[in-house]
Nanobody, 125 residues
Framework: QVKLEESGGGSVQPGGSLRLSCGAG????????MAWFRQAPGQEREGVAA???????TYGDSVKGRFSLSKDHAKNTLYLQMDSLKPEDTAIYYC???????????????????WGQGIQVTVSS
């Protein structure tokens, strides 16, 4: 059974940094497609960053140059380093995974079948 668990969220001032972690279990971590999504109140779920099974990383336009995605195979953990945070980054952040996702749809939430419970990130002064 696939299990995903996010950690590392919290509150930070604008311009600050946070690192989110997604611990994964129950499947072959190295071969799965994984991604981070976020959802603010009243908004649709938005793709933040995703990594394909070959290591190709794709970022959403709103976070390019500020966020960095990485994967630690030894720890079965996906990380999202978030720098230069802005108030508009405030949202619940979700980790997602699936055995295959079309590259053209890598940041579309409906392409993923496995999800974590989500974790709050608040950017405010």
């Amino acid at each position: 059974q696939v299990k995903l668990e996010e950690s590392g969220g919290g509150s930070v001032q604008p311009g600050g940094s946070l690192r989110l972690s997604c611990g994964a279990g129950g499947y072959r971590f190295s071969s799965h497609y994984m991604a981070w999504f976020r959802q603010a109140p009243g908004q649709e779920r938005e793709g933040v960053a995703a990594i394909e099974d070959d290591g190709t990383i794709t970022y959403g336009d709103s976070v390019k140059g500020r966020f960095s995605l990485s994967k630690d195979h030894a720890k079965n953990t996906l990380y999202l380093q978030m720098d230069s945070l802005k108030p508009e980054d405030t949202a619940i952040y979700y980790c997602a995974s699936d055995s295959y996702v079309d590259s053209a749809k890598i940041l579309i939430p409906y392409e993923y079948n496995y999800w974590g419970q989500g974790i709050q990130v608040t950017v405010s002064s």
